[in-house]
């Protein structure tokens, strides 16, 4: 499997916007779950969001529920995270992953084992985010 990823801006100030993308290639599975993970110097990794292939569901951290949205195309097996209202703490470094046979369900703990990275089969290659003040 192979993740081509890009980010859309660049250096950014808070209040502004951005967009993440990647591209996954190398797999004909159409059961999986991708999102996003960062991780900031010194903090631990955060589990971000992330979207079903199978039923579109998604799921997103307190920390950027109502920010950041999660998308899916799902012909081309791409997954898009677009950040508005960016603040200085979410500067850091943001990475996709997918995780064959996983989900986005609250209920059901799947998003739980995906945000903490427990199933994550594949990581993409980072990507620096910096959001200036």
Known sequence: ??????????????GGSLRLSCAASGFTSEDYAIGWFRQAPGK???G????ARNDGGTYYADSVSGRFTISADNAKNTVHLQMNSLKPEDTAVYSCAVDFGGGCEYNSGSWYAFSRGYNIDYWGEGTQVTVSS
């Open 1 to 14: 499997l192979r993740f081509s990823c890009r980010r859309w801006g660049g250096l950014v100030q808070a």
């Open 44 to 46: 631990e990794r955060e």
């Open 48 to 51: 971000l969001a992330c979207i």
